[in-house]
C-alpha cells in the first residue's frame, strides 16, 4: 500500500512564488509516490476577514493553480476544506486535546497577533484545525514549508495524547520538509518569508504576475553591498535568497549558479534570475487561465470532497466512538 500524505494552502490571496517553491511543486512530485490529499484550507483563511466575493475567487484561484502546476485529479486528491464536515468536528475535538499553554507557544499566532488590536479566537485555535485536518486521512507524511513544522509537531503532540488516552485512533505522522526551498524570503526584507500576506507587493512574486511585474520586482529586490555574486546565507542573506530562487526555477545547483556568475555584476544576473522565474512560471499561469477559463476545476473539487469525505468520515467516527461520543454512532451502547 502506499503511504499516504495531507497538506493544505490557505485561499488568503494569490500564491506566491514561496508557496510554489516550498510546497505546491513538491506536492506534484509525491502523487505518484504517495496517495495524496491535498486541500484548500478556506476555514483557517477565515481567522481572519474576508471578503465573501474575495474568498470565492481566491479558493478558485488557489485550486486552479495547484492543477496548473501539475497535480492531476487521475492520481490525487484535491478539494476544499469546508465541503467536507469531518474537519471541524474533529478540529473542536482537537481543541479539546490542545492545552492552552502549548497554543499560545506557536510562533504563528504570535506573529500573526502581534499589534493586531482585535485577534480572532480562531486565530489562536487553528494549530488544533490543522492537526485535525492531517490527522482525518491517517497521513504518514506532510509536505509544508519549514513555516509550518511546530504546527506539525504540535499535531504529533496531540495525535499521540489522544491514543495514550482513548486507545491507538490516530496516526502519528511527520513533517517533511525540503532541504532547500523550504523558505523563500521576502524580496525586500530577507529575514522575513515571503508571503501573500504581505502589505507590500514588492516583497513577493505572485503567480499572478506578469512577465513585467516580474522583471520589476526582481530588479528592486534588496541585494547586499559588495559586487559579487556569493552565496553567503549569514552575510548576504538578500542575495543568497535570490541565488535559493535561482536555483529552483532554473533546476540548477547553487554553486552552478554561484559559477556562472564569476566576474559579473548584479545587474546581470537580476535579469537572468528574472527571466528564470518567468519560465518557471510561465506554464503554470497558462494551465491556471485555461482551468478558470473552461470551468473544469469545479468538478474536479466536487469529486475531490466526496473521496475525501469517504476517508475522513470514518476515521472521525472511530475518534468519536473512543471518546464516548454520540448516540446515533451506535444507539445500543447507549441503553443502560
Ligand atoms: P500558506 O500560504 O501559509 O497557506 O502556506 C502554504 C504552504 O506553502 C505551506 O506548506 C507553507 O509552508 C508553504 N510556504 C508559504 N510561504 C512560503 C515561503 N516563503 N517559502 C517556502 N514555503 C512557503
Ligand atoms: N497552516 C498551513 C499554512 O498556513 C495550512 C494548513 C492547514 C495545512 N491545514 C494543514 C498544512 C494541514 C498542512 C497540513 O500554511
Given at each position: 500500500m502506499k503511504k499516504r500524505v495531507f497538506s493544505g494552502i490557505q485561499p488568503s490571496g494569490i500564491l506566491t512564488l514561496g508557496n510554489y517553491l516550498g510546497a505546491i511543486k513538491r506536492f506534484v512530485e509525491m502523487q505518484d509516490e504517495y496517495e495524496a490529499f491535498y486541500c484548500v484550507v478556506d476555514y483557517h483563511a477565515i481567522t481572519v476577514p474576508q471578503a465573501p466575493e474575495t474568498l470565492r475567487s481566491q479558493i478558485a484561484h488557489t485550486a486552479a493553480f495547484m492543477l496548473g502546476a501539475g497535480l492531476d485529479p487521475e492520481k490525487m486528491t484535491l478539494f476544499v476544506q469546508s465541503d467536507v464536515p469531518a474537519h471541524t468536528q474533529l478540529g473542536w475535538i482537537m481543541e479539546c486535546t490542545a492545552s492552552f499553554g502549548e497554543l499560545s507557544r506557536m510562533t504563528q499566532f504570535k506573529e500573526k497577533s502581534e499589534g493586531k488590536e482585535s485577534v480572532s479566537g480562531g486565530l489562536f485555535t487553528y494549530p488544533a484545525l490543522m492537526a485535525a485536518d492531517i490527522l482525518l486521512y491517517d497521513a504518514d507524511g506532510v509536505p509544508v514549508g519549514d513555516d509550518q513544522k511546530q504546527h506539525v509537531e504540535l499535531c504529533r503532540d496531540l495525535a499521540e495524547r489522544f491514543n495514550s488516552r482513548f486507545g491507538k485512533v490516530f496516526k502519528v505522522p511527520e513533517p517533511i520538509i525540503g532541504e532547500t526551498g523550504a523558505r523563500i524570503m521576502s524580496l525586500q526584507d530577507p529575514h522575513k518569508k515571503m508571503s501573500?500576506?504581505?502589505?507590500?507587493?514588492?516583497?513577493y512574486i505572485s503567480l499572478g504576475d506578469s512577465k513585467d511585474e516580474i522583471v520589476k520586482k526582481v530588479k528592486r529586490a534588496v541585494t547586499d553591498s559588495g559586487r559579487e555574486v556569493a552565496y553567503d546565507p549569514e552575510g548576504k542573506p538578500a542575495l543568497a535568497n535570490l541565488i535559493t530562487i535561482f536555483s529552483h526555477c532554473a533546476g540548477k545547483t547553487i554553486d552552478e549558479i554561484v559559477a556562472a556568475y564569476d566576474g559579473k555584476g548584479y545587474a546581470e544576473f537580476k535579469r537572468d534570475l528574472a527571466e528564470a522565474v518567468v519560465e518557471a512560471i510561465t506554464p503554470v499561469q497558462e494551465k491556471h487561465d485555461a482551468l478558470i477559463a473552461d470551468g473544469s476545476f469545479v468538478q474536479i473539487l466536487i469529486d475531490g470532497a466526496r473521496r475525501a469525505h469517504e476517508v475522513s468520515s470514518r476515521v472521525l467516527k472511530r475518534a468519536k466512538e473512543a471518546m464516548g461520543l454520540s448516540v446515533l454512532l451506535d444507539p445500543e451502547a447507549v441503553r443502560l
Open positions: 501573500k500576506s504581505d502589505p507590500n507587493p514588492a516583497g
